[in-house]
């Protein structure tokens, strides 16, 4: 998948911040693996309201999200669903910072 943010960010006139490559770190244990991918494929079903005071994200669509987990074969789709919003809440923490 190709990294598209800064080039979105340049677009839409957002300054990133500058972090050198040797300090971005990110480890993930194997069995928390799936859900990840499952966050990153639905990572275009967000719910957002816009207005005159910018964008808010409420959290993902659970609709797309189930459609998303049956494509993929998901057998346990409560226990990943409960993955799912650990990420989601993190993931909220910041688009709304």
Same mark, same amino acid.
């Given at each position: &998948?190709?990294?598209?943010?800064?080039?979105?960010? $340049?677009?839409? #006139?957002?300054a990133q911040p500058e972090i050198p490559p040797?300090?971005?770190? +990110?480890?993930? %244990?194997?069995?928390?693996?799936?859900?990840?991918?499952?966050?990153?494929? +639905?990572?275009?079903? %967000?719910r957002i309201i816009a207005g005159m005071g910018?964008?808010?994200?409420? #959290?993902?669509?659970?609709?797309?999200?189930?459609?998303? &987990?049956?494509?993929?074969?998901?057998?346990? &789709?409560?226990?990943?669903?409960?993955?799912?919003?650990?990420?989601?809440? #993190?993931?909220?923490?910041?688009? $709304?910072?």
């Amino acid at each position: &998948m190709e990294d598209t943010r800064a080039a979105d960010a $340049n677009a839409l #006139g957002i300054a990133q911040p500058e972090i050198p490559p040797e300090e971005i770190r +990110c480890e993930i %244990w194997a069995e928390h693996h799936p859900a990840l991918e499952l966050f990153l494929a +639905c990572r275009t079903q %967000w719910r957002i309201i816009a207005g005159m005071g910018g964008a808010h994200y409420q #959290g993902l669509d659970y609709l797309a999200v189930e459609s998303v &987990m049956r494509m993929r074969g998901v057998e346990d &789709m409560a226990g990943m669903l409960e993955q799912l919003q650990q990420l989601e809440a #993190g993931a909220l923490e910041l688009l $709304n910072a």
